[in-house]
Structures are given as structure tokens and as C-alpha cells.
């Protein structure tokens, strides 16, 4: 079944996001379709039962989001995935999961072929609460890559797309790091895949990584990190000590925080509330990260939307640590690493490809 409907006239100015959902249970894509259409700025141009259809919707009509389910008949998401990115360029395309193991290895195997972002299906058995909690991750989600198509590049290097210079970098750090420490979210599987590739085989620090992510998808995430790389990565458990190079991965629906420093350090879990809407957050590791470690801290934020990782980055640069963030143009969405940039926190902003080589830099020559 593929459907099509007219274009809505909009004010003058005013951007509207264009939605094709793609999903073979007519039900799932009316639930999506009401779930998008309560906003203004948002309307679904067209609904497909498969990735064949979506692929046709694709060529009538301008498109700026794509929510598409991975198991349909004809022509299932992963295989039509790569299509719909080569028949329009520049669409983003968020992957509707369900929250299994299958569906976590599947999704983050699309995340590596191009897919923007996931979100996960409500649970049958979570009731009204399910399904507000998929309307808001879905609509954030679609909202935030749909206007990241609109925003203009920045005008010059070091300043944002309304022209304002951000605020000068601090300079190089003069302690060697004892720790590293990565914060990321949207678009993150993707910016860590690539990191952790440039990053080699050679960690004289543990590290320390904090992804949005649910229960389900951080094991299967720890593992393609894993085979991305050369650095061996797993989700932290509660009380392991932390060992030079290798990756400690915060699991869903579980704060990472940092106990002790230096050679002692350990992994310590909590089940605290959300922080900034989030479990696992990136705010509490930091904080514990400098509490641990005071200056000898080296943080990394990559792309991701809202603010999480601004506290916990303030008491790292408090304390005399490090922080690079990703830079817009390779950002998928600009939030965390623009707002750390934006307040002044940051040592460098860099392109994606930039950062590893920046981060064994300040890991080996930084004197001691």
C-alpha cells in the first residue's frame, strides 16, 4: 500500500518537515502518523507497507524524514535503507526497532550503512505510558534532524549558522590525562563507529563512554564497537576496575559513575533517576569522572541533541581537564556538542575525522 496526500499550504517563511513513514502494519503507521501530525511543523506526505513503495514514494515528492520499520514484506528496511539514501541524498532516515536483540543488531547495522537515528516501537505490555514515551522520542527525534536539513552552514569556520563567533578555545592542557571520556547521543553509534576505528589498538587510559541508548541495544552496541575498532568494549559492570585500554560502556537504564583514581579507579552503577530526561546520562560520569580524577580528565562530546554532558563538562574544565567537541557540519545533530562549545568549555571543536588524531595527541605529548 503506498499513500500520498497533498501539501498543506504553510506562512511564509515558515518550515514544514516532510514525513514518509514506511511500515507494513497499517496500524503502526497511523499510530506514527498521529504521533508526528500533533505538531504544527511536522506533516506525513506519505505512507508505505514496504521498502519498495517508500523507494517510489521517495521519487514523487520531497522528502525530509524517513521512519522506517525493519522487518516488511517485498522489500524489508535494511535492504531498502542504502536505496532510499541514494534516491534522495540529504534524507534522513530514523530505523523503527523493537526492543530485542535482533532488532538492536539490526538497527545499529543500519546506523553503520547511513540511517540517522532509531526509535524503538512501543511495548504491547507498556500501555499509555509506552506509547507517550515512543511519541516523544519519535517526534524529538524527527523534529531535530528534519530542521538540522534547514539550518544554514556556518558562515566561517568557528561560528554558527546565525553568525555569531563561538567563544575563544582554552588552551592546551599542561597534565597528562589519566582518563578518557566520551558522551554522545543522536547520531553517536555512527561518530563511535568511525572513532573507535582511527583510534587503533593503543589506549594508555581507560575510557569511559556514555551513549543514549535502552537496555537492549547497548550489549549489542558494545560489540560492534568492538569489531569498528581495535579497542576491546563491553558494558561496564558494577565494581570492575578500569584498565588502560579498554572501553567501559554505560548500560542502559543504568547511570556510569567513577569511583577512586588513578590506577584504582572502578566502575560504579546507579539507578538514580533520569538526569536531563536520561538514563544512562552523561552529566553523572563527568561529575564523578572529576571527582575521581580532578584535571586529569580528557572529555569528548560528540553529536547528540538537547544539553546532557554540559554540567558534568563544566566541573571537568573546573577541575582542569580536557574537552574537544564534534564540530556542526559532521554533527547529525548539534545539540550536546554545540552547548558545551557555546559556553565557552572547549579546547578545540573538530571534524569528526579530526578528533582521534587530536585525542592521541593530548594522550602521549602532554606533559606530565
Known amino acids: 500500500m503506498l499513500a500520498t496526500v497533498p501539501p498543506r499550504p504553510t506562512a511564509i517563511g515558515q518550515t514544514e518537515i516532510r514525513v514518509l513513514v514506511c511500515d507494513d502494519s497499517a496500524v503502526m503507521r497511523a499510530a506514527i502518523a498521529r504521533a508526528l501530525e500533533g505538531d504544527p511543523g511536522v506533516r506525513v506526505v506519505a505512507r508505505a507497507a514496504n521498502g519498495a513503495l517508500a523507494i517510489e514514494a521517495l521519487q514523487r515528492q520531497p522528502v525530509d524524514v524517513v521512519v522506517l520499520d525493519i522487518e516488511m514484506p517485498v522489500m524489508d528496511g535494511l535492504t531498502a535503507l542504502p536505496l532510499l539514501l541514494r534516491a534522495a541524498p540529504g534524507v534522513r532516515v530514523v530505523m523503527a526497532s523493537t526492543l530485542t536483540t535482533r532488532g538492536a543488531d539490526v538497527t545499529l547495522r543500519a546506523l553503520r550503512l547511513g540511517a540517522a537515528d532509531y526509535v524503538a516501537k512501543p511495548s504491547a505490555i507498556g500501555g499509555a505510558q509506552s506509547a507517550e514515551a515512543f511519541r516523544r522520542d519519535l517526534l524529538g527525534k524527527v523534529k531535530a534532524l528534519g530542521l538540522r536539513r534547514f539550518a544554514p552552514e556556518p558562515a566561517v569556520a568557528g561560528s554558527t549558522p546565525d553568525g555569531r563567533e563561538l567563544p575563544p578555545f582554552r588552551p592546551r592542557p599542561l597534565t597528562q590525562p589519566h582518563l578518557l571520556a566520551i558522551g554522545s547521543s543522536t547520531g553517536g553509534p555512527q561518530a563511535l563507529f568511525t572513532l573507535m576505528a582511527a583510534l587503533g589498538d593503543t589506549m594508555p587510559v581507560p575510557v569511559v563512554l556514555t551513549q543514549h541508548m535502552p537496555a537492549a541495544f547497548t550489549p549489542i552496541l558494545a560489540e560492534h564497537m568492538t569489531r569498528a575498532g581495535r579497542l576491546p568494549c563491553a558494558e561496564a559492570r558494577d565494581g570492575e576496575a578500569l584498565l588502560p585500554g579498554r572501553v567501559y560502556l554505560a548500560p542502559g537504564d543504568r547511570h556510569l559513575l567513577i569511583d577512586g583514581g588513578g590506577g584504582g579507579a572502578t566502575a560504579r552503577l546507579s539507578n538514580e533517576p533520569a538526569i536531563n530526561f536520561c538514563r544512562p546520562s552523561v552529566d553523572p560520569m563527568l561529575e564523578s569522572a572529576a571527582a575521581s580524577f580532578g584535571g ?73
Open 296 to 368: 586529569r580528565v580528557l572529555v569528548v562530546i560528540l553529536t547528540g541533541m538537547g544539553h546532557d554532558g554540559l554540567a558534568g563538562t563544566r566541573r571537568v574544565v573546573a577541575a582542569g581537564g580536557a574537552v574537544i567537541a564534534q564540530d556542526e557540519a559532521s554533527s547529525i545533530v548539534w545539540g550536546m556538542p554545540g552547548a558545551v562549545a557555546r559556553a565557552g568549555l572547549c579546547h578545540a571543536v573538530l571534524p569528526l575525522a579530526e578528533i582521534a588524531p587530536r585525542l592521541l595527541d593530548l594522550l602521549r605529548v602532554a606533559r606530565k
